[in-house]
């Protein structure tokens, strides 16, 4: 079946670590997005990509990094620099042409140890 | 970004009952689309609408795009317990989705 894995289901980091979120798609999606929901809030933008080997900042990119090597890859890096990781992290894709609406992943939740 | 103003920020209500949540921005958008959210799980399309006035129903789920295009609202008829979650709002700007808050709902049986 088509859709959207994120891996794994749940990560712990140790203070000073960088850790990196998988998120592959096989529904041969050109947009791919990374998103941070807190307890309470709403889904904030980190990255988004719309091509391979092009990406775009979110509302709140800073902290993160991600790349995308590959149409159905698009990994999410926490690194160390942000200070506050602990989240439930979605990826979604969705086709631009033609288009249809995003579709997401089952969320990877991130712990500080 | 343009904000999302969804309300309400959660209801509790009686299995049978029917819901309703709404959503409104200070723009023009081209697009709502609403997703249900179940605890520690992704957020899933209820239903996409494209065209001011639309009235669009998936079985008890009845969503409308404004016709100023600038709100829309969801119903939940004849509730029962697995309609519980958070439901959000979202339009497509530039290319950036952009969400409300969401509602919570709570279902007692």
């Known amino acids: 079946d088509g859709g959207i894995t994120q891996s794994p289901k749940y990560l712990f980091r140790k203070e000073g670590q960088n850790v990196t979120l998988s998120c592959e798609q096989n529904?041969?999606?050109?947009?791919m997005y990374w998103y941070r929901q807190d307890p309470g809030q709403g889904l904030r933008l980190i990255y988004y990509s719309q091509i391979v080997n092009d990406f775009q900042k979110g509302d709140i990119a800073e902290g993160y990094s991600v790349s995308r090597e590959k149409k159905e890859s698009f990994p999410l890096t926490v690194t160390s620099a942000q200070k506050n990781p602990t989240a439930f992290y979605l990826c979604?894709?969705?086709?631009?042409?033609?288009?249809?609406?995003?579709?997401f992943g089952d969320g990877t939740r991130l712990s500080i140890l | 970004g343009q904000q999302l103003n969804q309300s309400p920020q959660s209801m509790f209500i009686q299995e049978g009952e029917d819901v309703s949540m709404n959503c409104t921005s200070s723009s023009i958008f081209n697009t709502w689309l609403w997703y249900k959210q179940d605890p520690g799980e992704g957020p899933v399309l209820l239903i996409a609408l494209y065209k001011a006035g639309e009235l669009t129903s998936n079985g008890r789920l009845t969503a409308q795009f404004g016709i100023t295009r600038k709100d829309s609202f969801l119903n939940i008829s004849a509730s029962i317990p697995s309609d519980v979650g958070i439901y959000f709002c979202s339009h497509l700007e530039s290319e950036k989705l952009v969400f409300g808050k969401g509602t919570k709902l709570t279902v007692n049986p």
């Open positions: 979604a894709s969705y086709s631009l042409l033609p288009y249809q609406p995003q579709h």
């Open positions: 529904l041969n999606h050109d947009a």
